[in-house]
């Protein structure tokens, strides 16, 4: 059997009618759709043998294919996985009308004879290093060390046009570059994908190939919930296990801007300190009632609506440097004549274990020498059920649409993203403050700032009618509360609670 010249020129330009004539397996459509796809960075979450690693397969061939000199990199998350998919492309080119290509499997090498060559090799660094191509290509990427792709990335840098193209299985944590990158060209509801990404999920029920029978036998008894959910749905699980699932939190993120510590003209905030041991950051998170003027009255008649206000972490800042830092941002007393812009810190809440005691002794002689106000910091003996109980106080807040985030942060979203549930024997739902998931230092300092948060405060206050402060365009969440592009804090105290300091209560 020939090829036309048109009909090579077609496999040429379109990797299905590639698959179709010159390999003869024609793609199924949701591979299709993959491979058609223009974007310089594409991603695929994938169930189980949907057909994820033929795709690649076909897309390394077809690039090679394409045009004479291409090289492909293919990584795979290990040694076997690597070997598996040099022999399913060295399988696809032993098609009649590939002629002519050499498979050299000690160097886990294909050429085709036009000089492209396709490499499939494990993810190492060795193994990455000093080459340039025109497509990179992750299979399993979720397994695939973090600096491994950091490293990869650089391999397409040269070559005009180059393009990656990753495929996995659900796993592990969702700030690691896969999920990322996936989210990042992820269509969903009022999200843009980002310039040249694109994305797909791929249920296993999607093959044709897949045996519904056994999927329903599965699910019945021979896996559990959990295992069904990644490896058939394709769904991240640790999102399940999450205390603050995506949706929820997506629910109160806007796109406002926080208010500058140089430029606060005496909004009224509560904060919450962590201090950062180890490898952990200092952190602060301030929280102010929202001046929404009548923008929420419909859905919040009657309570507050807070917001962040301002958070920050500082890596290897001293003790002693973050605390002067935080009184400066506050100026408790903003009179005329000795104005100095900064926040009003009505309550800042900060940890006196580890190493806090002294320094929040010397926070409070600051504030008292700044501020005039000592008593304005709280310290505070956190236990386990502490910390599980402001934690609490957070999500009843988020939940009901009445804390609000900035988008911006995108730090603090994804440690609070990363929170894990327990379920007690009890039945109750426990918070898992992990120690293990590196820095979580912001969650926690928002968490803390909650213990001076009155939610059940009536607003009895008429809205304000006079010169709005918020400014800017009003913005809607999607849990319908709404928030100006520059939202600036109401001055009403009764909308904060003093917290009773130093005493290892658990309740607030
Ligand atoms: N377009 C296709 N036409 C025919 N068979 C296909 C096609 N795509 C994939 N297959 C077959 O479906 C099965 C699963 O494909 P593949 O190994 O690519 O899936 P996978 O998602 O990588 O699986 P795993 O999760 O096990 O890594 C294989 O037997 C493969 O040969
Ligand atoms: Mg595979």
Redesign the pocket.
């Known amino acids: 059997m020939t090829l036309t010249v048109t009909e090579i020129d077609r496999a040429r330009q379109d990797p299905a009618v590639f ?1 179709d004539v010159l390999l003869g ?4 459509d949701h ?1 299709r759709e993959v491979l058609a796809s223009p974007a310089r960075i594409r991603s695929v979450l ?13 897309a390394a061939l077809h690039e090679a294919f394409r045009q004479s000199g291409r090289r492909v990199l293919i990584l795979s998350a290990g040694e076997e ?1 690597a070997k598996r998919l040099l022999a ?1 492309i060295a399988a696809l080119a032993a098609s009649p009308l590939l002629r002519g290509s050499l498979v050299d499997e000690g160097k886990s090498l294909v050429t085709l004879s036009n000089g492209s060559t396709i490499l499939s090799v494990p993810a190492s660094e060795k193994q990455i290093r000093g080459h340039s191509v025109d497509l990179l290509v992750l ?2 990427a979720c397994q695939i060390a973090e600096e491994i792709w950091t490293a990869a990335r650089w391999t397409i840098i040269a070559r005009p046009g180059s393009r990656i193209l990753m ?1 996995s ?1 659900p796993y592990g944590r969702q700030d690691r570059f896969f999920a990322v990158t996936w989210r990042a060209g992820e269509k969903r509801l009022l999200h843009r994908p980002a310039e040249g990404h694109e994305s797909w999920r ?1 249920p ?1 029920t999607m ?3 897949v045996d519904q029978t056994l999927l329903d036998m599965w699910r019945s008894n021979a896996v559990s919930d959990r295992e069904w959910r990644q ?1 058939v749905l394709a769904e991240w699980v640790d999102e399940a296990g999450s205390y603050f699932p995506t949706a929820e939190l997506e629910a109160v993120t806007a796109d406002y801007q926080l208010i500058d510590p140089a430029t606060a003209d005496g909004d009224l905030v509560v904060g919450g300190v962590d201090f950062g041991f180890a490898q952990d950051a200092n952190a602060l998170a301030l929280v102010g009632a929202l001046e929404d003027g009548d923008l929420n009255t419909d859905l919040h008649p009657h309570g507050w609506v807070y917001f962040v206000a301002w958070v920050e972490e500082n890596f290897a800042m001293p003790y002693s440097q973050f605390a002067r830092r935080i009184i400066d941002h506050g100026d408790h007393d903003p009179s005329v004549w000795k104005y100095r812009p900064g926040f009003t810190m009505r309550h800042v809440l900060a940890e006196l274990n580890g190493p806090g005691t002294p320094v929040v002794q010397s926070m409070r002689e600051m504030a008292a020498e700044r501020w005039g106000y000592p008593r304005a910091i709280v310290g505070v003996n956190t236990t386990a059920a502490y910390k599980e109980n402001a934690f609490a106080q957070l999500r009843l807040l988020i939940q009901q649409g009445r804390l609000l985030l900035p988008k911006s942060q995108t730090g603090l979203l994804r440690q609070l993203n990363n929170l894990e549930f327990e379920t007690r024997d009890s039945g109750h739902l426990k918070i898992a403050v992990p120690e293990r998931l590196g820095h979580d230092d912001l969650a926690l300092s928002l968490a803390q700032a909650m213990a001076a948060v009155k939610p059940r405060a009536r607003r009895w206050q008429d809205r304000p009618s006079g010169q709005p402060r918020s400014e800017g365009e009003v913005m809607e969440t999607l849990s319908g509360t709404r928030i100006h592009a520059r939202p600036r804090c109401v001055h009403d105290t009764r909308a904060f609670t003093a917290p009773r300091g130093g005493d290892g209560r658990d309740e607030f």
């Open positions: 698959a397996e024609p793609l199924w591979q994938a169930g189980r043998q949907v057909g994820k690693s033929r795709t690649l397969a076909v996985a399913e299979d399993e495929a299985t791929w296993s093959s044709p190939l490896e």
